[in-house]
């Protein structure tokens, strides 16, 4: 502990899983650590995903595509993230942003779609 803090284990999981991007239909495997959010992991494997306003929910530059299934196993989008994907461009059924998704151990081996921007249209 430093100066007799102690930081509970569940906020800083060492525990990792594995998800894969798919940047213009091309799958990167990518390793990312559980609780962090999809925009983490991303930019900690160098995905491009923007994440403009640094997951201040005042953008749609990190919008993904979920699976159904994980889509449907996370809680409701709340009221400012659905504004911001109202914006995004190629928005889905199970579009979210990925500032807002946490990644859990029930993720693992998923499929997460990056949409292409429009510079590379």
Not at 65 to 89: F, G, N, T
């Given at each position: 502990p430093v100066?007799?803090?102690?930081?509970?284990?569940?906020?800083?999981?060492?525990?990792t899983i594995?998800v894969t991007?798919?940047e213009e239909?091309?799958?990167f495997?990518?390793?990312?650590?559980i609780?962090q959010?999809?925009l983490?992991a991303a930019?900690?494997?160098?995905?491009?995903?923007?994440?403009?306003c640094?997951?201040q929910?005042a953008?749609?530059?990190?919008?993904?595509i979920?699976?159904?299934?994980?889509?449907?196993?996370?809680?409701e989008?709340?009221?400012?993230?659905?504004?911001?994907?109202?914006l995004?461009?190629?928005?889905?059924?199970?579009s979210r942003?990925?500032c807002?998704v946490k990644?859990?151990?029930?993720?693992e081996?998923?499929?997460?779609?990056v949409?292409?921007?429009?510079?590379a249209?």
């Amino acid at each position: 502990p430093v100066l007799g803090l102690t930081i509970p284990r569940r906020l800083f999981s060492g525990d990792t899983i594995k998800v894969t991007f798919l940047e213009e239909g091309e799958p990167f495997e990518a390793t990312a650590r559980i609780g962090q959010s999809i925009l983490e992991a991303a930019h900690d494997n160098e995905v491009e995903l923007e994440g403009a306003c640094d997951a201040q929910l005042a953008c749609s530059t990190c919008h993904v595509i979920l699976p159904q299934e994980v889509y449907d196993s996370l809680e409701e989008p709340c009221e400012e993230e659905l504004d911001m994907l109202d914006l995004a461009m190629d928005v889905h059924d199970t579009s979210r942003l990925g500032c807002q998704v946490k990644l859990t151990k029930e993720m693992e081996g998923m499929e997460i779609v990056v949409p292409q921007s429009l510079d590379a249209r």
